[in-house]
């Protein structure tokens, strides 16, 4: 599977649980909704994956991933602690210079 750079990247700082890399695979002004909620800026998405990480200690196997122009959809296998697991989650894209610029989860 061709992933772009920034995804890979995503998904091994989501693997190491390290959310400092999570957050810098963003663009300063980058938004990611998930679970309902938006996070703007790379301090309010690292705090986010930083708590969601002691709380779920969620992994992903990439599936599949397509892409048109700028924007692309990554079907991964989500596991963790988390009711339900492991599900099979979308992560919807927007990526522009090689950061995320938005990203909402689904499911």
Do not use: W
Not at 52 to 70: F, H, I
């Amino acid at each position: 599977m061709n992933l772009p750079k920034v995804v890979t990247d995503l998904i091994d700082a989501q693997n190491t649980f390290d959310s400092v890399a999570y957050a810098n695979c963003f663009s300063e002004t980058g938004i990611m909704c998930d679970e309902g909620k938006d996070f703007e800026g790379r301090s309010a998405i690292r705090h986010f994956i930083e708590e969601a990480n002691k709380k779920y200690q969620s992994t992903m196997k990439p599936l599949d991933y397509t892409e048109s122009g700028n924007s692309g959809i990554l079907s991964a296998e989500c596991s963790g602690t988390f009711p339900g697991s492991p599900l099979i989650l979308k992560f919807h894209f927007k990526i522009d210079d090689g950061q995320i610029q938005y990203l909402k989860v689904t499911g």
